[in-house]
């Protein structure tokens, strides 16, 4: 079956450091593939995508993030984090199976505590 | 511009009561989905919908039924709450062209003792 794994729960970074979360998709092919943000008490939104092309994918707020076909992985980085940055970060994908209705598999999410 | 709103935001049910959560977007948005947020497990599907008077089900659809009479709503039903179905909800909505390019609600917080 499909799924998507975020290996790390929850990870407290310093603001200002780097930092990188980990995703990795279980899928025969190349599923489309994108990063959610979920900010305490609201709902998900929409960070970057990838569907195909560069391998490298710019965000909103600084993000990026990097499709590896080899290690099955599409993690997500940052250089240097701000204290807005703390929320919970959600791997997801999409374009399983036949037709084009949106439907998403999520990650488990991992946990951003970033210290001042 | 409201965006998606979700009503109402927090609800406590006994077991067997019976409820429904409305979703609406002002985007005109073709698509809508209702999803499911429990600890440590993402999000999950529950039932979506690729247009009025249409809808499909996710993956965790048992327990729920969902009605879209009109473009801008999507309503979540359970006919018979259990305590299985405490959860926070959430409701998105796209366009067709831009399936995955979701607009979450604020979510609604569901608890059934």
């Known amino acids: 079956a499909q799924s998507v794994t975020q290996p790390d729960i929850h990870i407290t970074v310093s603001e200002g450091a780097s930092l990188e979360l980990r995703c990795n998709y279980s899928?025969?092919?190349?599923?489309?593939l994108f990063w959610y943000v979920q900010s305490p008490g609201q709902g998900l939104q929409l960070l970057l995508k990838?569907?195909?092309?560069?391998?490298l994918v710019q965000g909103i707020k600084g993000f990026e993030a990097e499709f590896k076909r080899s290690q099955s992985s599409f993690n997500l980085r940052k250089p240097s984090v701000h204290w807005s940055d703390a929320a919970e970060y959600f791997c997801?994908?999409?374009?399983?199976?036949?037709?084009?209705?949106?439907?998403?598999?999520f990650g488990q999410g991992t946990t951003l505590q970033v210290k001042p | 511009n409201a965006g998606v709103t979700q009503t109402p935001k927090f609800r406590v049910l006994k077991t067997g009561q019976s409820m429904t959560l409305l979703c609406a977007q002002d985007?005109?948005?073709?698509?809508m989905y209702w999803y499911r947020q429990d600890p440590g497990m993402g999000l999950r599907l529950i039932h979506y919908s690729v247009g009025e008077g249409t809808t499909a089900k996710g993956e965790v659809p048992d327990g729920y039924n969902v009605s879209r009479l009109k473009k801008q709503n999507f309503l979540l039903g359970l006919e018979s709450a259990a305590p299985s179905q405490t959860s926070v909800y959430f409701c998105?909505?796209?366009?067709?062209?831009?399936?995955?390019?979701?607009?979450f609600g604020p979510g609604t917080r569901l608890t059934v003792t």
């Open positions: 985007m005109n948005h073709e698509y």
């Open positions: 997801a994908v999409g374009g399983i199976g036949s037709g084009n209705t949106g439907k998403l598999i």
């Open positions: 998105a909505s796209s366009y067709a062209g831009t399936p995955y390019e979701q607009y």
């Open positions: 899928y025969g092919a190349t599923p489309y």
């Open positions: 990838y569907f195909s092309g560069d391998t």
